[in-house]
């Protein structure tokens, strides 16, 4: 009876489906790493930044701008104010924030719940589909 073929999704492999080979692949140091990768891209921001703490911020980098180790270097890289909080740019201009006195935020409204605009909705053209 032939044996049948195990694939690996974190490493996008295939081979003979034994119990040896699969404990075998599944130790090794490659499918470790692939399957870290792909957890970590699920990762939040902060939730990253969170796990960096322990670590120190690189020398090199603040002054220089770079770092030659790019990713890989052991430091923490700290990003410019104006990139670590980009939600706060999108605050909605003050006229659109509060309409008619009432209070009633609009910025963060999706455009199915806005109030229609001050003259109405433009009227569609007329198409016969007959």
């Not at 699920?42 to 020398?59: D, P, Y």
């Amino acid at each position: 009876m032939p044996l049948g073929k195990y694939y690996c999704d974190y490493c996008d492999k295939q081979f003979q489906d034994t119990s040896s080979a699969r404990k075998r692949h599944l130790q090794g140091l490659q499918h470790q790493r692939a399957r870290a990768l792909y957890y970590d891209s699920f990762k939040a921001q902060n939730q990253i930044q969170l796990e960096s703490i322990g670590r120190g911020v690189c020398n090199h980098f603040l002054r220089m701008g770079f770092c030659q180790y790019g990713d890989s270097c052991i430091y923490i890289h700290p990003m410019p104010q104006h990139l670590q909080n980009p939600i706060a740019q999108l605050k909605p201009a003050a006229e659109d924030a509060v309409r008619g006195g009432m209070g009633i935020s609009l910025g963060n409204l999706p455009t199915s719940l806005r109030p229609p605009p001050e003259g109405g909705y433009p009227s569609l053209p007329f198409v016969d589909w007959g």
